[in-house]
């Protein structure tokens, strides 16, 4: 699966998901792109978008974007935080659907 990993969610979790083809914001240079136009814009090259922004779900319409969206719910965005959860990132990987959140974590 292709995932992208947002700008606000530590670029070194990339190097934990393993058996997917992982890219982050910082590596496509979309830093500054705001989240409707950055989800359309996904949805053109990956599978799985993962964030660790809540409010991304209040936010845009999600059904209206051909990509599953990866909450990840940890204490904070630092790394140690996410690496804790990326077990249950792999898992729901391949049955996140497009257009509809998966929560990951607490």
């Known amino acids: 699966m292709k995932v992208f990993l947002d700008e ?3 670029w070194r979790l990339a190097r934990y998901i393993d058996g997917h083809e992982v890219s982050t914001a910082r590596q496509l240079g979309w830093m500054t792109i705001k989240n409707g136009e950055l989800l359309a814009l996904a949805a053109k090259e990956f599978d799985t ?3 660790v922004d809540r409010n991304l779900s209040f936010q845009q ?4 974007f051909a990509i599953a969206v990866i909450v990840l ?8 935080d996410l690496q804790a959860l990326v077990p249950d990132l792999l898992v729901s990987i ?3 659907k497009p257009g509809v959140v ?3 974590g607490a």
């Open 8 to 10: 606000c969610v530590d």
């Open 49 to 51: 978008f993962v964030t």
């Open 61 to 64: 319409n999600l059904p209206t």
């Open 73 to 80: 719910r940890a204490h904070s965005n630092r790394l140690g």
């Open 94 to 96: 391949p049955t996140a």
């Open 102 to 104: 998966t929560y990951v």
